[in-house]
């Protein structure tokens, strides 16, 4: 963080590689529109590079002020997006996969639409919680302190979440 703080661009490379790949899909599965996942998470490594001098280790890994900060702008950008469909200049939505073969993973990508769906019904703070530790990787601790709450509230919101997505996938499974 020092390196990046003194604007060392292979610093910047080395947290994108380090951070990236789980840092997009925790992007990806907290917004409403995960298809703007790379235009966010490229902010977030912007954000980062900028404000490096602010990092503070005393206050957490350097994972766990990323996801802070990830955290923070997906509600800000939901946010934006909610206003936007009020005022009705929503974009398009996402267009379905009509390429040769599709079909042979038509199962898969349903099972896959029903948990996005399970999770998007969640309580917005239990759907924090699971995307940070499914899609982020997360331990329990580092959850935490990205969501600014105790250890025993972050495992409640897990327990919870793991819970209520049981609940949903196995009654979607029955005929």
């Known amino acids: 963080m ?41 902010e977030l490594f912007l954000r980062a590079w900028r404000h490096a001098g602010r990092y503070d280790p005393a206050r957490g890994a350097v994972s766990t002020w990323l996801y802070r900060m990830a955290v923070n702008l997906c509600i800000d950008h939901n946010r934006r997006g909610r206003f936007r469909r009020f005022v009705g200049i929503e974009d398009v939505p996402e267009p379905e996969d009509d ?52 250890e025993g509230a ?8 793991r819970a209520a997505l049981r609940t949903r996938l196995d009654g979607e499974d029955r005929p």
């Open 2 to 42: 020092q390196a990046l703080a003194a604007g060392e661009r292979r610093a910047l490379m080395r947290l994108i590689a380090l951070y990236g790949p789980g840092l997009r899909r925790y992007i990806a599965g907290a917004l409403h529109q995960p298809s703007e996942a790379e235009d966010l998470a490229q």
């Open 99 to 150: 390429s040769p073969g599709a079909e042979g993973g038509l199962a898969a990508r349903q099972r896959l639409a029903q948990a996005r769906d399970a999770i998007a019904g969640l309580p917005e703070r239990q759907r924090r919680a699971i995307l940070l530790k499914a899609a982020g990787g997360l331990a329990t601790s580092e959850i935490a302190a990205a969501l600014s709450i105790s």
């Open 154 to 161: 972050a495992e409640q919101l897990l327990v919870r979440a």
